[in-house]
């Protein structure tokens, strides 16, 4: 075969590499989109919710922690109704390495009906994470949720803190799921000595 024949051979097959490119990172942005914000398997989210009652402040009693996190104290996520049934996240954490108040805001979105606890949520564009509620009290007092793998943990409430009793049980059901519970950060929420004030939070 000439030099000339194998550019032109070449040449032909461009586009159709191009082609097989396009469709393979369609592909793996599809398996992506899908994995992240998927129920761990083994799981099921809460049904009965009402995501009026869960709107609102809660605070971070404990999680299994992340870099998005890393370090912060005194978390606390904000919930409110957003438009087109979409819900408005605002967390908030405070970085005393750094004497700053550090906030994110997102929208969370529910996979299937309103009634059942699994949604996506998003701080990154069109990025989703899984977000499911795999406990709730009947008061809403308490939650416990998970993202796309047993990775992800995080136990909330709506005062800063828990009683123990509630929160070994808590615990104890989180072990029973397969969460890896020795590696819970207790989250501290003690007053920040001279800090700027949370409305002064830096993006």
């Not at 550019?7 to 942005?29: D, E, G, K, N, S």
């Not at 404990?62 to 408005?88: K, W």
């Not at 009683?163 to 920040?192: C, I, M, Y």
């Amino acid at each position: 075969m000439s030099a000339f024949s194998s550019r032109t051979r070449l040449h032909q097959l461009i586009p159709a590499l191009a082609h097989l490119r396009t469709v393979l990172a369609v592909c793996l942005f599809t398996v992506l989109a899908t994995g992240c914000t998927k129920v761990p398997e083994g799981l099921q989210p809460v049904t009965g919710f009402d995501v009026n009652r869960y709107l609102g402040t809660w605070y971070e009693i404990a999680r299994l922690d992340h870099s998005f996190e890393r370090g912060l104290q005194n978390v606390t996520a904000e919930y409110s109704e957003g438009p087109d049934g979409a819900i408005r996240v605002l967390n908030r954490g405070y970085n005393p390495a750094k004497r700053t108040w550090e906030e994110a805001e997102g929208t969370a979105k529910f996979l299937g009906d309103r009634h059942t606890g699994s949604l996506k949520v998003s701080f990154f564009g069109p990025f989703y994470g899984g977000y499911h509620i795999l406990a709730v009290d009947r008061d809403y007092r308490y939650a416990m949720l998970t993202g796309p793998s047993r990775a992800y943990l995080w136990i909330l409430a709506r005062e800063d803190h828990l009683p123990e009793d509630v929160l070994q049980g808590l615990l104890h059901q989180a072990q029973v799921w397969g969460f890896n519970t020795d590696k819970l950060v207790r989250v501290s929420h003690a007053p920040p000595e001279a800090t700027p004030a949370p409305g002064e939070a830096t993006k």
